[in-house]
């Protein structure tokens, strides 16, 4: 359940553009995944290998 606040649209906007800013910002500046890491964590329904 939601509760109100006093955030207009226009802050949720905002401060939800400075969240992705933020996420895009760390995953530019992180390393790549070495070869072998790269499916790692990676999840599949499908079952295939």
């Known amino acids: 359940m ?3 606040t006093s955030e207009t649209p226009e802050d949720l906007r905002a401060s939800a553009a ?3 800013a933020e996420a895009v910002r760390f995953a ?3 390393p790549w995944p070495e070869p ?3 499916l790692d964590d990676v ?3 499908s ?3």
């Open 43 to 45: 999840w599949s329904e």
């Open 2 to 4: 939601m509760t109100p």
């Open 36 to 38: 072998e890491e790269a």
């Open 47 to 49: 079952g295939a290998e």
């Open 28 to 30: 530019e500046e992180s």
């Open 18 to 20: 400075g969240v992705v």
